[in-house]
């Protein structure tokens, strides 16, 4: 059983931008009826947040009705796209992200990224992202995927987390809004989504999963399942209520 009423979702990816990693979590979506897509950042330009919104508002414009689900890094992205009054905007879903700089000391933060370091390894980078869910797979995709984009541009795309703060542009979000955080997320402090939700004009629906900061990835299915069951909420009675039997 497909749905074409459902409204599609629209990913925006994390700090790589390329999507290549939301492969598992799409595919666990479309078991429920659910389209997705990902709109995939330039990987060649150094782009804030604020050219981004620019870049992207226009693709936005002209869709039919869709759910926004920014991930980390993005998360600020969905709130400054849902705070422009998109017409067609159903709903936004922020998984394990933040609404301001999310990092206790920034400052120092930012001068060590203005170095033309290289990145750290990917075996530690997983180990931060995905915990005891890190496996050869996915650590092989995050590779990948870090390889996709040119280091200069992470770091610029990292710094501009650490400048970032929509808060005061939550209130002016108009759409029912779903909070993922993760257990184990060890890159958030649980206060980036509390303070998230607490600026809401509306009480956001916040859902707590066992994973690691790379929730989708980890937990595909899981969190899926929680997207799917959320999205009901939103076009009741349009969405089946379990996947579909082989």
Known sequence: MTNGSAPLLIILPGLDGSGRLSVPFMEALGTYGIRSEVI??????????????????????????????????????????????????????????FAHAPVPA????????QLPLPLPPVALLARLLVGRWRTPSLESALREALAGTSSSVLRARAMATLRIDVRALLPKVSTPVLCLHA????????????????????????????????????????????????????????????????
């Open 183 to 246: 257990n184990e997320d060890r890159l958030l402090q649980a206060s980036a989504l509390r303070s998230i939700e607490r600026a809401q004009r509306q009480p956001a629906e916040s859902q707590l999963l066992d994973g690691p900061h790379l929730l989708l990835q980890a937990q595909p299915v899981e969190a899926a399942a929680r997207v799917a069951s959320w999205l009901r909420t939103l076009d009741r009675g349009t969405l089946p209520h379990a996947p579909p039997k082989a």
């Open 40 to 97: 995939a950042y330039p990987n060649d330009r150094a782009m804030g947040y604020d050219a981004l919104r620019d870049w992207l508002r226009p693709q936005l414009l002209e869709r039919p009705p869709f759910v926004l689900l920014g991930e980390s890094f993005a998360g600020p992205l969905a709130v400054m796209l849902g705070a422009t009054g998109l017409s067609s905007l159903r709903g936004i879903i922020l998984s394990t992200t």
């Open 106 to 113: 920034p400052s120092a933060l930012a001068r060590v990224l």
